[in-house]
Structures are given as C-alpha cells and as structure tokens.
C-alpha cells in the first residue's frame, strides 16, 4: 500500500513538474502584462491556444513518419517553438492593438478593459471553432485535432518506478532555457529596464524618456512568445490540442501566476511548477477528475491568505 | 477648461435626444402617470405570447416556448446578475453558478424527497444565497480584477463537482424534475404559456425588489461602493458589508432563475451551465447599459431574441457577443441604454476598479480632447 502510494507519487511528481513547466511559461505572460497595464489579459489562453495550432500545422507539414531521436528530434523541436512563439507573439502584439488600445488611449477603466479582454477571448475562441482550424487542418474545427508524434519517447532513466522519459527532458530544460534568456532580458537590455520601469511607475517612466506604448507592445510580444513556446511543448507532450484548450489552461496559468506573486517573473516559475505539483499530488487521492477544482481551490486560499502571492509583487510595487 | 463649451453645448443638444426627453418626462411623471405606464407594461407582457406577434418574431420555433427561455430566463438572470456588475461594480464572471445551484437544489430535492416546487424553488433561493456568501466572504476583500477569476474559477468548481458527484447524477443529470403544482388554476405541464406566466411574474417582482433596494440606502452605498470604495469607506459605508449583500442578492436571483429554469425543463445536467452562460449574461449586461434596469432587460431581450429570430447568427453567436463586447467597450462602454449616473462615472474614467496602469495621456489623448471625443 506505501509501496504503491510511493510509486503513484513518484510519477505524479514527473507529471507535475512536465504540466508545471507549461504553466509557468504561460503564467508569464499574465504576470508581465499584468505588471505593466493591472490588466488581466484574459485573452491571453487565446493566445497560447493558436499557438498550439502554430505547432500543430508545422508538425503536420514536415509530417514525421515515426518518432526521430538526435539531433533531428531537437531540430524539430526547435523549429515549432521559434514558429509558435513567433505566431503567438505576433497575434498578442495585434490583440494588444486592436483589443485594449483603444481604451489605454481613452483612460477607460479596468473594468472596461477586463470586459474587452473577454470579449476577445469568447471571439477568438469562435473564429477558431467555427473558420480557422477548419481552414488550417482541413477537419471539423470542433473537434480535437492529434498532433504527429516526433519525439521518441524513449525512458532515459527511472526514480523508483517513474520513467523519466525524453519527453519529460525535453520540456523542462527547454522551459528553463526559455525562462533565463526571458529573465536576462528584462533584467539586463535597455527594454527591459523600460519595462520593469514602467511597471514600478508609469508616470515617471514617461518623464524618463520611456515610450509606454512601445513598452506595452514588447510585453505583450514577449507574453505572447512565451505562450507559444509553451504552446509547442504542449502539442509535444500531450499530442492535441482543440479550440478550448485555452480556456482551462489560461485559469491555471493565471493561478499559478497569483500563486508566485503577480508582475513577478521568477514568482511565475514558482508557481506554475507549485500548482502542477499540487494538483498532481492531490489527484492521487481525489481521483484526477477533481484535478480542476484541486486548482481553483489553491487559488481562491492563495487569494484569500496570501494575496500578494509566494515571492510577492515584485515586478511593480504593490498597489491598490 | 478648453472643451468645456463644446461640453456644455452637447448638454444642451441631449435635451432633445428622444431617450432624454422620455427620462425628462418619467422623472416628473405623477404617479397615476407612472402606474399607467407599469400596467400597460404587465398588459403587454400577459398578450405577448399571442400568435400573432410569434409570426414575426420567431417563426421558427414556438414563441412562448423562446419566450421563456431564453428570453424570460436571461432578462432575470440579467436583473440578478445587474445587482452585482451595475448597481455594486463587481465583475461577477460565474453567475451562472447560482443558477445552477437554484436548477440542481429543485432537482435534486424535488426528485429524491419529492418536496414541491414552491418549497424547492424557495430552499434553491436560499441555498444560492448561502453559496454566495460562502463564496463572497473571503474573496470580497480582493481587487475587483482578482474577484472576476475567483467567481470564473468558481462557476466551474460547481460545474465539475456536480459531474463527479453521483448523488446528483454526476454526468448523467437530474431527470423527470417534477413540474409546480397548479396555481389559481394554472396547470404546469407540457404547455409553456403557464410557465411564461410564472416567470414573468418572477421579472416583476425581481424588478420590484430591485428599483427599491437602489432607491434605498442600500442602493446609494452600492452607487458610493461602485465610484470610488476607498472614499465610501471614509464616508462610514461599511463597504465589505454591503458587497456581500449584493452578492446574496445577485446569487438569489441567479437561484430563483434557475428553479424555475428547471422546473420547465424537466432535465439538467452539469453541461446546462457552461462559463459561456455567464460570459452570454454579462454581455447582455453591459450590452444593455449596467446598472439600468430597462437598458439590462432590453439587453437580456436582445441576445437572447436575436439569434433564436436569426437563425444564421445562432452558429456566429458567441463570435459576435465576443466582438460587441470589444466593440462596447471602445466605443460606447456605457451600453445601449445606461443610466445617466453611470455613464458620467464611466466618462470620468472612474466606475469601480480605478484606470489601467500606464494609462499616462499621451499628445493625442489629452483630457478635453478625451470629453470633445465622447461628446
């Protein structure tokens, strides 16, 4: 019975740091909009979700005929992360534009933007549904599209009686890589001071010589790149995606990202591989249907004990 | 101020805009006038299932039938849901949770201990209120932004626990969920007219409730609560007490919607009360013009109505709510139809959560360019 309890743990603990990775690098796309605009960039599931359909149509053009190993295994991988992230980014860059500009120029309120987010959010998801996939995939946009495995899932190693397979490797180094070059970014070029700036005090920023509007682009570009890289782990690893793959997903990238302390970049890391852990761990006793609620339950307590979140606000100084 | 006199000019110009007249007048109305006016309303509600006008407004599908849901369904829905979004402020993103707590309740009671209808619907009602304050009490004191992901997170807990629990029927649903038992005559079978019957009589007396309580203190510290909390709270409104209240009180009504919902449609299950649900009442809403009642019922009517008259934009519905918000909110974020309270407050850039970061005017975003530009 412990034996087994054990071996259950052992590969929840897999399984939850592999899903946590995923959650972090979308959570950071929350976190750094968040810290520049105190927008919830609710479209930003969206956002990670044509990112999976960036993948899924790469893969399916180069079209593996079985699963490669090597050097081609990582070319592939590569070359889906640089597609996807550059898609995502892109379509955050245009959802920036189209979606909350327009109110940013007009000093709408926070509720009018929360509102907007959504608004792109419900219409994103539809256009994919109902055109998008269809057109790109040639199937019912409606169901759930299988991505072609590429990488040889091969166990490299084993903790008790948990593979760790190439799969598993490959997705948390790659978001760790992802993740430092992000962080190196804003801490250390010139744009990311501009950012970090503008998220600690929009008006001196200004006063400074930073261009906010230039500054809210960049970060929903690297929100949105960040997204798609996870987008492209995810097809990797869980081989489908749909047009509500998003939905799910962007709440607990965003609990996660509460979790770490909202604007805070490492904080996201944190909390994205917290939260998969947790729900993972909890999963063993409750059954993994009650894996959502496991995650919403962690963030409403985390909202409730620890607004500010593990690592605090950081990003930005907090305000009310 | 430099736009003032192009302010004051569009003042004087509104005066004549017909929607201002018609407020002009109701606002000096006497009260014989007023009444007049309520019961020809509740008139033209009772002959509203007439055949006649189904023709041309659904001829597709029976109209009494589309009346009640999901037009009846979402103008209260909408009410309830007006409570919390436009009279208090909140984004409320998992009304749709109460609803199903108030459908579940009536089901589960109604099949399992075959208590009536009217016992049921009132126990749905309290226990939505209950929920809502279990639900309100710690996550109240949050940001208005985190609360909109709470309640959202929320309405899917409600949603996947009622598909794993099997108590409820788990996947399956509730089936054979007893109809009321008759009233004054009125039988509730299988025809909807006594149904529509019930949940008109439900509107008005949501609204009723509703118009009071903003007339009232209660009203006046929701309004204060809504423009600026921190100020309220200085003033001595007990701010935290009285979100709670309007969350009850939405969660009541979101209840009430849901009992009779149910009791109409013999079956539930958990996929009856998808986010979508919520995200579909929010948009009437806002669409409408939060915070005022005939504007939110006139948006309720819209969504509701305009995809069962069109069938074509059943498929694009989603896609469309989708755009207007985003559309609402650049253009006319006030709504079609707002209160003129609210649209100050929403001009002014204040209305609950405060502006954006980084929300520094720009050259061409300057503040009397910004009143010229919305008039």
Not at chain 1, 87 to 97: F, H, I, T
């Amino acid at each position: 019975m412990l034996q087994e309890l054990q071996n259950q743990f052992l590969t929840s603990t897999v399984g939850g740091l592999v899903i946590g990775s995923i959650y972090a690098l979308v959570a950071l796309g929350y976190t750094m909009v968040y810290g520049v605009l105190r927008l919830i960039n609710f479209a930003h599931s969206e956002i990670f979700m044509i990112g999976t359909f960036a993948s899924l149509v790469t893969l399916t053009t180069i079209a593996p005929t079985a699963p490669l190993g090597g050097f081609a295994m990582i070319g592939v991988l590569i070359l889906i992360v640089i597609i996807s992230a550059a898609v995502s980014g892109a379509s955050a860059m245009l959802l920036e534009l189209i979606a909350y500009r327009p109110l940013r120029k007009k000093g709408a309120t926070r509720l009018a933007a929360l509102i907007s987010a959504i608004g792109a959010s419900l219409f994103l998801q539809e256009l994919f549904g109902l055109e998008v996939i269809n057109w790109l995939t040639g199937k019912p946009g409606r169901n759930q599209q299988s991505a072609p495995r590429f990488v040889d899932r091969d166990t490299v190693f084993t903790i008790g009686n948990a593979d760790i397979r190439t799969d598993h490797i490959l997705v948390v180094i790659g978001a760790i890589i992802v993740m430092v070059i992000l962080d190196q970014f804003v801490s250390r070029t010139k744009l990311g001071r501009g950012i970090r700036a503008t998220a600690q005090d929009p008006e001196a920023a200004v006063l400074m010589g930073v261009s906010i509007d230039n500054i809210v682009r960049v970060t929903f570009l690297l929100g949105g790149a960040m997204a798609g890289v996870a987008a492209a782990f995810y097809v990797m690893e869980i081989e489908n995606t749909d047009y509500r793959v998003g939905f799910v997903l962007g709440i607990k990238a965003f609990t996660a990202a509460v979790l770490g302390g909202i604007g805070n970049l490492r904080g996201a890391l944190m909390g994205g591989i917290v939260l998969g852990l947790v729900e993972n761990w909890g999963a063993i006793f409750l059954g993994s249907e009650w894996k959502d609620v496991i995650a919403f339950v962690i963030l409403v307590a985390v909202l409730m004990f620890r607004p500010t979140g593990i690592l605090g606000e950081s990003l930005q100084r907090a305000r009310a | 101020m430099k736009g003032d006199g192009v302010t004051a000019k569009g003042n004087a110009g509104r005066a004549f805009h017909p929607v201002d007249r018609v407020r002009d007048w109701w606002a000096e109305a006497p009260q014989w006038q007023r009444y007049t006016v309520y019961l020809a309303l509740i008139v033209f509600a009772l002959i509203l299932p007439a055949p006649w006008i189904g023709q041309f407004m659904s001829p597709q599908s029976d109209w009494t039938t589309v009346l009640f849901y999901p037009i009846g369904t979402y103008i209260l829905l909408a009410i309830g849901l007006n409570v919390v979004v436009g009279q208090a402020g909140m984004l409320d993103l998992g009304f749709v949770a109460f609803f199903a707590i108030g459908g579940y309740t009536l089901a589960y009671f109604g099949t399992k201990h075959g208590l009536d209808f009217w016992a049921t619907v009132v126990m749905g009602i309290v226990l939505a209120a209950v929920s809502g304050v279990i639900l309100g009490a710690p996550t109240l004191r949050l940001r208005g932004d985190y609360l909109a992901i709470v309640t959202l997170g929320f309405g899917e807990i409600v949603r996947i626990t009622a598909n794993n629990t099997n108590e409820i029927g788990g996947a399956r649903g509730i089936t054979n969920v007893p109809h009321p038992s008759p009233v004054f005559g009125m039988k509730f079978l299988l025809d909807p007219a006594p149904y529509y019957y019930l949940i008109v009589a439900a509107i008005v007396l949501v609204v009723v409730f509703s118009v009071r309580l903003q007339k009232s203190r209660v009203g006046r510290a929701w309004a204060a609560i809504r423009e600026d909390e921190d100020a309220a709270e200085l003033m001595g409104v007990p701010t935290f007490k009285f979100k709670l209240l309007a969350f009850a009180i939405g969660a009541m009504i979101g209840g009430l919607a849901g009992g009779i919902f149910a009791s109409k449609a013999i079956f539930i299950e958990p996929n009856t009360f998808p986010f979508i649900l919520s995200a579909t009442i929010l948009a009437a809403v806002v669409l409408g013009g939060a915070g005022n009642l005939p504007g939110v019922i006139l948006g309720a009517f819209v969504i509701a109505w305009l995809p069962e008259r069109f069938r074509f934009i059943a498929e694009y519905r989603i896609l469309l709510f989708g755009a207007v918000l985003v559309l609402m909110m650049a253009l006319r974020p006030e709504g079609l139809l707002p209160s003129r309270q609210r649209k100050a407050e929403l001009h002014e850039g204040t209305g609950g959560m405060g502006t954006m970061g980084a929300e520094v005017p720009g050259p061409d975003s300057d503040a009397s360019a910004a009143e010229v530009g919305t008039k």
